[in-house]
């Protein structure tokens, strides 16, 4: 029996001319379909963006193909970049390559290369003939991927191992730096035959785009083009590729860098970006001046002057942390004083302060049902929500968003069921649309369901004055009303507000109350004076709904269907990736709004999100509507006739 013929499938992409991902791989005839078509999806999947080129080369390989034995792997464990660097030094000169530091300093010349850097490992001199494009390692794969025939679950270490040991192999060649482009990755590694294949766990810093690859060279000048052809041009399998290189021990966090890996192929990894300023309608991101269209701190109290100062003294006469539970030693008078405010405001008995929202929510729900209870909860309701309903125990029962008439049947049909408890988000957080509070409630009163309501994104924003549904609607309010002090009212903490009695219970019951460090003092003192602004300023509510119309007027002119009934705009795309690339080109016109995808909404949900505050101009919101429909251009949406 002859062994199938072998091929190597490569592929490249591109965006206006910039590289966005290339990925090679050697396989057997009957493979070559399939890992065609994974590679092309993976080029179109790709987080740096959609691409307008690919290019495929499929091509014959001999079968007698040269195979290598790995690189034997070494991690080094460095904590910061300089460390990284000496380390790297070092190794290079245990490998008799004595100007390591000068050779780190040629790196500036790599970087803008897609290609790696040829110097001559004694004088420096550059080798590589085309000086925009550097050296490439092509042609190799990992023998493994040659028997699984997949390109499947791309794994970024495996390939470096490859090429490394691919470069190690190559006639003079007598060893190699590489650091990474990708600025969240900031490992690199240090190669040559005798170290093997060094890895170093922290060679840059976090967020530094520069990386780049140097290949230093001992021989002949007229060896060079025999060198750069081995690179560039000789198949290469390499075998027993290890399967992970963690120090000792944490070989099992592999799955974890896989699964990562796999997120950001998707277009779904995420990362923070770092805000510098107080929160506003405008921030430095990134290092560049952004219109925000992203804060929930609608109404602007985050920074208010009588809302930090209350924080501030508060810090200095109650201290900076409250130093342990609520039930312990953790309830001091700013505690109380906003409970009482908080009541007040929602026009309930009673307020009980927990850490945060998520904390009320999951506090709330696991205390008041549990197994033999039924929970009856809108599929689009908060995260926090469907955790606490998951922790309770009890049985949960999703119906469509906002379709209560078939809450309504549900709940006929749990009437043997212990306890009821229905609840829902009053805004939902990532479409801005209302839930009917009156109908709600007449429902639940019905079936003698107890009702919760999510406020978080309703406080400060329904309402005349900012107290929520119950204003808005003019009607009763639920058995508990939850809500949070970090949107609207510009602090941190999450409430819950009802009756004596349920606030009482849940005190005693709601574990996030009772096994958590009470927030400290600061933000409570922040939450009560930011409740004394909203009231003695209604008009600031009032600005964000005229914002907010402003917003959808300008988004419509523009032909962009968008509708909202509270601050949140969202602005549906679908796709993934899509959403991330029109969010990207805002970013690049200084508009900050992000995408929002899976898993904070369905898979091929992605939308937009923006939020307005009382603080935007109308200018600002206009340009920003200009700006999105220019991003938007060349993206499937739906759109409304302009009239
Ligand atoms: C933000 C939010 C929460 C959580 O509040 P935090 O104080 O941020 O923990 C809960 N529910 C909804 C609907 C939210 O939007």
């Known amino acids: 029996m002859s062994d199938p013929a072998l091929y190597s499938v490569k592929m490249r992409a591109a965006r206006a001319s910039a590289h966005v991902s290339g990925a090679e791989k050697i396989v057997p005839s009957d493979a070559v379909p399939k890992v065609a078509s994974q590679l092309v999806a993976r080029a179109l999947s790709h987080p740096k963006g959609v691409p307008d080129f690919i290019n495929l080369k499929i091509e014959a390989q001999p079968h007698d193909l040269l195979r290598l034995p790995s690189l034997p792997v070494t991690t080094h464990v460095t904590q910061t970049a300089a460390e990284g660097r000496r380390v790297a ?9 004595a100007r390591s530091a000068d050779i780190m300093a040629r790196f500036a010349e790599s970087h803008p290369l897609r290609g790696a850097l040829l ?9 590589d003939p085309n000086a925009d494009r550097g050296v490439r390692a092509t042609y190799m794969d990992d023998a493994v ?12 270490y495996a390939e470096a191992i490859v090429l490394a040991t691919k470069v190690q192999h190559a006639p003079g060649i007598v060893g190699e730096i590489c650091v990474s482009d990708d600025p969240d990755y ?3 590694y240090v190669a040559t035959r005798e170290l093997g294949y060094r890895r170093i766990t922290v060679i840059k810093e976090k967020g530094d785009p520069r990386g780049g690859r140097i290949f230093l060279y001992r021989g002949p000048r007229d060896g060079v083009a025999e060198t750069i052809r081995f690179l560039e041009r000789t198949p290469v399998l390499v075998t027993d590729v290890p399967v992970a290189a963690a120090p000792a021990g944490a070989n099992r966090l592999v799955g974890l860098e896989d699964e990562l890996a796999q997120c950001h192929e998707a277009g779904l990894l995420r990362k923070c970006h770092t805000l510098v300023a107080p929160t506003g309608p405008t921030a430095v991101v990134d290092g560049r001046e952004m219109l925000v269209l992203a804060s929930n701190d609608y109404l602007d109290l985050a920074r208010e002057p009588a809302v930090v100062e209350a924080a501030a003294e508060a810090a200095r006469r109650w201290g900076a942390g409250s ?33 945060t929202g998520y904390m009320a929510n999951v506090g709330a729900i696991t205390a008041l049902v549990r197994k033999g209870d039924v929970v009856f909860s809108d599929e689009l309701n908060h995260a926090s929500i469907i955790d606490g309903c998951r922790l309770s125990g009890a049985e949960i029962v999703v119906y469509p968003h906002n379709d209560l008439d078939e809450l309504d049947r549900r709940l006929a049909l749990h009437r043997a069921a212990r306890r009821r408890l229905a609840v829902s988000d009053g805004v939902f957080s990532m479409d801005g649309d209302c839930l009917d509070l009156p109908k709600f409630l007449s429902i639940a009163q019905k079936h003698d369901a107890f009702t919760m309501v999510d406020e978080a994104h309703a406080t400060g924003v329904l309402g005349r004055t900012g107290r929520g549904l119950s204003e808005h609607f003019g009607c009763a309010r639920p058995d508990i009303l939850m809500g949070t002090l970090s949107k609207a009212l510009g602090a941190e903490g999450g409430f819950v507000c009802g009756s004596r009695l349920v606030v009482d219970y849940l005190r005693n019951r709601a574990r996030s109350f009772i096994f958590s460090t009470a927030p400290g003092a600061p933000a409570m003192a922040a939450a009560t004076a930011a409740l004394g602004v909203l009231a003695a300023e209604p008009g600031r509510v009032e600005r964000l709904r005229g914002n907010v119309k402003v917003f959808l007027d300008a988004l419509r002119a523009q032909g962009i269907a968008a509708q909202s009934e509270s601050a949140i705009v969202p602005i549906r795309i679908g796709d993934e990736k899509t959403a991330l690339a029109v969010s990207a080109a805002l970013a690049e016109k200084g508009f900050l709004v992000p995408a929002i995808r899976y898993p904070t909404v369905a898979r091929g949900a992605a939308r937009l999100r923006a939020a307005v505050m009382s603080a935007h101009t109308h200018e600002q919101l206009v340009e920003a509507a200009a700006a999105i429909a220019v991003c938007l251009s060349g993206c499937t949406v739906e759109r409304t006739a302009v009239e």
């Open 119 to 127: 110097l001559d490992a004694d004088t420096l001199e550059r080798l």
């Open 186 to 188: 900031v490992t690199g």
């Open 145 to 156: 991927s040659l028997e699984k025939g997949t390109a499947h679950g791309k794994n970024h």
């Open 323 to 355: 130093g342990g539970s609520r039930l312990t030693t953790g309830t001091q008078p700013p505690h109380v004083a906003l409970e009482e405010a908080l009541a007040c405001f929602k026009g309930t008995e009673a307020a009980l302060v927990f850490g």
């Open 89 to 97: 030094a070092e190794l290079l000169e245990s490998a008799g390559i």
